[in-house]
C-alpha cells in the first residue's frame, strides 16, 4: 500500500484559485488509476478527478473546465490546480488511488483529506 497524504492551502476567497498536493510514500507509477473526490458538509462525497494510467483525465461536470488534475509520477505527487473557485468548492478533499475498470474508478487508497473552505 501507498499511502496518500494531501496539502494544500484551507481557505481562498471565490473566484480565487488553490492547489491541492499528494504526496505518496511510494512509487505512483505502476498506479492503474489516481483520483481526487471530495466531500461538502450534508452531501454524499463526489469524485471529481481521475487520471487513468497518465494518459487522461476525467472530471466531474461540477468542476469541468475550472479544475486541472496533473500527476508528477518521478515525485510520486499529483495535484489537484482549482481556478475560479465557487461558493460550493467548499469541501473536505481525499486523493485516492485505485483501478479504473470498464469506465469505472475503483479507488482502494484514500488519504485522510484536507478542508478547503471558501470564505469571502
Not at 492551502?9 to 510514500?25: D, I, K, N
Amino acid at each position: 500500500q501507498v499511502p496518500l497524504v494531501e496539502s494544500g492551502v484551507c481557505f481562498v476567497q471565490p473566484g480565487g484559485s488553490l492547489r491541492l498536493s499528494c504526496v505518496a510514500s511510494g512509487s505512483i507509477f505502476s498506479i492503474n488509476a489516481i483520483g481526487w473526490s471530495r466531500q461538502a458538509p450534508g452531501k454524499q462525497r463526489e469524485l471529481v478527478a481521475a487520471n487513468v494510467g497518465g494518459a487522461y483525465t476525467n472530471y466531474a461536470d461540477s468542476v469541468k473546465g475550472r479544475f486541472t488534475m496533473s500527476r508528477d509520477n518521478a515525485k510520486n505527487t499529483v495535484y489537484l490546480q482549482m481556478n475560479s473557485l465557487k461558493p460550493e468548492d467548499t469541501a473536505v478533499y481525499y486523493c485516492n488511488a485505485g483501478a479504473y475498470h470498464s469506465g469505472t474508478y475503483y479507488p482502494a487508497l484514500w488519504g485522510r483529506g484536507t478542508q478547503v473552505t471558501l470564505s469571502s
